[in-house]
């Protein structure tokens, strides 16, 4: 039992090390949070706010690890493909061997192979060398391999451009919060004047209690909205600092962190002229997922191809030397032939093989055919909701003007005492949620041509032809 216990003591070692726990945990946990902080104060020092969208662009395109699956499928699929090439090359085996015998020999003792005592040692050395001349299954592999790779390539390209939506969506949901805070700002600032005039007013006895208590609400309500729009920006900012592999926790400085007017830059005049049908073919020639599904339709007709050569045979070129022996006997010498090898029958799974491979690129063609039937669809909705947006931002800022106007007016007659308090209050919070809606419709324009711009398959700042 004593010869056991050391054996044991390092099988539960290993057991043991083989589950990690809390404070392995902890470990990996600290090493996270201290490398994450040090890189993005490092970067933010270098790089202070506020930030352009091109510049959240770039680094979420270097540093996201929500690319890893694709960049590795990619890199894969060169490794398969560089892989299905040795096909082609000759496969070169050496062996050795030494090996003896114990026992007692019957034949004479003059005999060359007659044991020395009580052993007999033999030896065996050879070099072959196998050259494929016709394999065409093995052929059609590396076909599919070479395939696999543009596909993986396109997949990664469109994962590019769908993760650049992502970044501009919460990209304009910061931008909008930022302006949202500048105008509660300024709105918390006007409330709290107006809420001192109407307190001296009050006191004066020409204000109402209820004009005083609806100041005081206003500018409650104004302290509100801004902490909830201050709420959204940092959730946004969040985000994006967990896509682009930034510590998320990091203290925002004051100020503004974005620059709204990069998002706005994504306009392009040249889209305006396009119509609908326009939009819809350049989405059909330029959409990345597309070109993966033409890729992936010639795969299944290689397939086809694969199962069609399982009924062909396979030619193999091949040679080598050997020596061999026993004893003091020894055989040397080298020699070469032609193998062909062809399965006649396997029990019909070839047949099956071939019936399954072109079901599947009868299938293949379906579903492409359905992609471009749901990019017809998107590209559409898309550009309906783009144009919508660009009616609501000129109603936006129609409706902006005239609450603007209509406060203005509004106060000079109260200055002339021709209106009273309660209209002045009435027609301020229409004019402030007037421009509030205008900022939010501003920015909302510009995303919804960004979501176009990527349903069509074109990029941010991508230049259209005409």
């Given amino acids: 039992m ?22 392995e945990r902890e470990a990996s946990s600290a090493a996270f949070r201290s490398r994450l902080t040090a890189e993005t104060a490092e970067w933010v020092a270098s790089n202070p706010p506020p930030y352009r969208l091109e510049q959240v662009l770039e680094r979420a395109r270097t540093r996201t690890l929500k690319l890893t699956e694709d960049e590795l499928a990619a890199s894969l699929a060169r490794i ?17 061997g ?73 990209f304009y949901r910061a931008v909008v919060a930022e302006r949202l805070m500048e105008t509660y700002r300024a709105q918390i600032a006007s409330d709290r004047a107006l809420t001192n005039r109407v307190d001296r007013l009050a006191d004066e006895g ?33 985000k994006l600092c967990e896509i682009a592999d930034f510590w998320p926790l990091t203290a925002p400085k004051d100020g503004n962190l974005f620059v709204g007017d990069s998002l706005l830059a994504v306009r392009s005049p040249a889209l305006t002229a396009l119509s609908v049908e326009e939009c819809v073919w350049r989405g059909l020639l330029a959409r990345k997922d597309l070109y993966a599904g033409d890729q992936t339709i ?36 080298w020699g070469g032939g032609l193998v062909a090898t062809w399965s006649a029958f396997e029990g019909f799974r070839t047949v099956q093989d071939y019936r ?54 509004t106060e000079l007659r109260f200055s002339e005492g021709e209106e009273t308090l309660s209209t002045v209050l009435d027609k301020l919070a229409v004019r402030d949620a007037a421009r509030v809606q205008y900022a939010a419709m501003d920015y909302s324009s510009a995303l919804a ?18």
């Fill in 206 to 238: 020409y204000a109402l209690k209820g004009d005083r208590e609806r100041a005081q609400a206003r500018l409650a309500d104004g302290l509100l909205h801004l902490q909830e729009a201050r709420d959204q920006r940092e959730n946004a900012r969040m």
């Fill in 98 to 170: 030494r090996e003896v015998l114990h026992g007692r020999s019957d034949m004479p003792a003059l005999s060359p192979v007659a044991f020395q005592g009580n052993r007999l040692w033999a030896h065996q050395q050879s070099l072959m060398l196998t050259q494929p001349v016709f394999t065409p299954v093995a052929w059609t592999m590396f076909a599919e391999s070479a395939y696999g790779v543009r596909i993986r390539d396109i997949v990664r390209d469109r994962a590019r451009e769908v993760l650049d939506a992502q970044v501009a969506a919460l």
């Fill in 356 to 409: 399954a491979a072109r079901a599947k690129r009868e299938a293949e063609f379906k579903l492409q055919e359905d992609r471009m039937l749901a990019v017809v669809t998107g590209v559409a909705e898309a550009y309906r909701n783009w144009k919508r947006c660009g009616l609501e931002l000129e109603a936006a800022a129609q409706a902006r003007r005239a609450a603007e106007t209509d406060y203005a007016e």
């Fill in 298 to 333: 010639a795969l299944r007709k290689v397939q086809v191809i694969e199962a069609l050569a399982g009924f062909l045979p396979n030619v193999l070129l091949g040679g080598g030397g050997i020596n061999q022996g026993v004893a003091a006997s020894a055989i040397h010498g």
């Fill in 2 to 23: 004593k010869r056991f216990c050391p054996f044991l003591g390092l099988l539960l070692l290993v057991c043991g090390c083989a589950n990690p726990g809390r404070e």
């Fill in 80 to 96: 398969d493909r560089a892989a299905a090439f040795s096909v082609f090359l000759p496969q070169v085996e050496a062996s050795f």
């Fill in 449 to 466: 041509e960004v979501v176009l711009r990527q349903t069509m398959g074109l990029g941010i700042f991508e230049e259209i032809e005409k």
